[in-house]
């Protein structure tokens, strides 16, 4: 694949990414900040994997593969911690939200490279 029929799953990657970064800033702000290191540390994992995914796909590496199995690995735990907080928190029904589209998406490009 050329790297421009990855600019869906690259504008998801990034959305993505920046919901992450916006859940855990917002739950840094939370009263019981402990109740959601879980969610805040799986938030900066996110973040950082699609961030690196949609770098990895930019440059149409050899590793795509392993960048979108990794990276669908990855919204899938903070998209399920997110869940935990979706009926309280709007940032982490979002951040859910937005976890499992990139989920999906990786897994599904991810499924088409040999």
Do not use: W
């Amino acid at each position: 694949m050329h790297n421009s029929q990855y600019k869906p799953i690259i504008e998801a990657l990034v959305a993505c990414a920046a919901e992450c970064e916006h859940c855990a800033t917002a739950c840094l702000q939370e009263e019981d900040v402990k109740m959601m290191v879980r969610c805040i540390q799986l938030d900066r994992d996110c973040s950082a994997i699609c961030r690196t995914t949609a770098d990895a796909l930019a440059r149409d590496s050899d590793n795509a593969k392993v960048f979108l199995e990794a990276c669908a690995t990855i919204c899938a735990a903070c998209g399920e911690e997110c869940e935990k907080h979706a009926a309280h928190m709007d940032h982490c029904r979002a951040c859910a939200e937005a976890c499992r589209r990139c989920e999906e998406a990786c897994r599904s490009l991810a499924g088409l490279i040999y």
